[in-house]
Structures are given as structure tokens and as C-alpha cells.
């Protein structure tokens, strides 16, 4: 079986294959001598819907891509999970991430070993050229795209996606 024909697997990165949420909140502290807001998640666009200022976010972003990829710890499980899903399927990594991040991202796939065919920058994750069979995702605006192509959605568990209960998809707590 070719390898183009194997059904695909999209996975995201962040607060699915690493722990960015607390980096995000680490540097907002470092860059505004404040307390991150109680019940405020940056993650899955709760920085851009926030009160927060425009050039904040901006700074988060920026200094989340250019220096935090490195350091993101790995969720325990996720590469020996892939490397078994990998045998079935095609994994392609679908990430929101700015394209320039790209260097970075490749990096950190690689010093953690996760076994993967494409990498993907986009907010449109469902309009890649890839026939998408399962995804994992924490978003829930990219849950809700994947689910509109009636793909298979598994939701890695996070404070922000818990209104999410439909019965298509599957909540996972980890790997």
C-alpha cells in the first residue's frame, strides 16, 4: 500500500502533543509584572477574544513562536502512541502556529522523535490537500471543522473545550 493511499491521522501540536498553555501564561507574567487572569485560558483563541491589549498578545505570540517551541515539554504517551498509529496511518501535523515558527516547530518534532509524513501551518485545518480520516485536535473551532467533513474527532481534554459534548466525538485525557 502506497503510502498516499494510507488513511491520514491530523494532529495538532499545542495542548495535544505539548504543553503550551503554561508557557503562554509564563510569559504574559514575564512581560506584564502581573498575575495571569484567573478563569482566562490563552490557548484555542482565548488570547484574541480576551480583554488583553492588542500589543501584549502580539508580544505573546511573537516571543511564543521565536524562543517557547523549544522548551515545550511533551505530553507522556504521545510518541509511542503515534509510532503505533503510524503503522495504519499517514500522521500529518496540523498546526495554527505562524508559518514562520516552521524552523522552530520541525526542530521539535525531531528532537522528540514524533513520526509524522507532513507538516501543515494553517487555521483553515481542514482545507489542506491531505483525505483527513481521524484528527485530534484541543480547538474548538477546529473540532467543529473536522466534525463538518464527518471525520472521526477525538478532543484532547482541556478546560476550554469542555462544552463540547457531542456524541461523534471522543474525549481523551492523554495519550
Known sequence: MSSMSRPCFAVDIDNVLGHAEPEVQRLFQELTGTSWPMGLYGSAGGLDTSQLKREVI??????????SIPRLPLFPGAKQALAVIHRRYRIIIVTARRPYSRPQTLQWLASHGIPFDALYHTEEKTEIPETITAAIDDHPYHIQGYRALGRQVFVMDQPWNRKIEHVDVIRVKGW
Do not use: D, K, Q, T
Open 58 to 67: 502580539e508580544e505573546i505570540f511573537s516571543r511564543f513562536h521565536e524562543e
